[in-house]
């Protein structure tokens, strides 16, 4: 079955260090991988993908997640963190080419990042 | 903002109780999607609209019945449901499917409380 772990259900850090978000899937074909977050009262916000090409992935507010397809993972990170980027992450998957391409997005449970001052 | 409104925010209702969700899209989208999502549990979709004609039903209950009258628009319409029906109900929009690597835009969401 396809499907994406979250393997933390929250993840505290001091602000100014860096953070990792842990996420793998299991999908076959080459995926299509998302990062979303949820702040409180709001819905999901776009942060990044990756589709093919270089592994380590850019995104909005400084974040970036590297792909790594040997571990089947898709981990999000940040050098060093802020208060404000406490709030709810969400990893996502949907097959690519050759695993039966669909626009069905496979969420994670959701990691709750909590940032301390 | 996102570009995807949601109405009402908040919605208290019976289970003998007739409402509807809003979600309206100013993105130019052509694909829609309603989502529920569960404390402590991965979203779930449970409709997608393209171009207006629905592709997918996740194995909704009869007693959510989603309407796409034209791309910037969809609405879920709510009829005797159930205390466990109780959720965030998310609408999404993205371009037209066939590109399954563009991502979706989310409204704020409805927060659904059945009493």
């Known amino acids: 079955a396809q499907s994406v772990a979250q393997p933390e259900d929250q993840v505290n850090v001091a602000e100014g260090n860096p953070l990792t978000v842990k996420c793998t899937y299991s999908?076959?074909?080459?995926?299509?991988l998302f990062w979303y977050v949820q702040y409180p009262n709001r819905g999901l916000q776009f942060l990044l993908k990756?589709?093919?090409?270089?592994?380590l992935v850019k995104g909005s507010y400084g974040f970036e997640a590297e792909f790594n397809k040997s571990q089947t993972s898709f981990h999000l990170k940040k050098p060093s963190a802020l208060v404000s980027d406490s709030a709810l992450y969400f990893c996502a998957v949907r097959p690519g080419r050759g695993g039966g391409a669909t626009n069905k997005l496979i969420f994670g449970t959701g990691t709750l990042l909590a940032v301390q001052p | 903002e996102t570009g995807v409104t949601q109405t009402p925010r908040h919605l208290v209702m019976g289970m003998t109780n007739k409402k509807s969700l809003k979600c309206e899209q100013h993105l130019g989208h052509n694909a829609m999607y309603w989502y529920k999502q569960s404390a402590k549990k991965p979203l779930e979709l449970m409709f997608v609209?393209?171009?207006?004609?629905?592709?997918e039903n996740n194995s909704v209950p009869s007693r959510f019945s989603p309407e796409c009258p034209n791309s910037s628009h969809l609405f879920l319409h709510l009829h005797t449901l159930q205390p466990e029906d109780s959720a965030l109900y998310l609408c999404?929009?993205?371009?037209?499917?066939?590109?399954?690597?563009?991502?979706?835009?989310f409204g704020p969401g409805t927060r659904l409380t059945v009493l």
């Open positions: 999908v076959s074909g080459n995926p299509y």
């Open positions: 990756y589709i093919t090409g270089d592994n």
């Open positions: 999404a929009s993205s371009r037209e499917l066939g590109n399954s690597y563009n991502e979706q835009f």
């Open positions: 609209y393209n171009f207006k004609e629905q592709t």
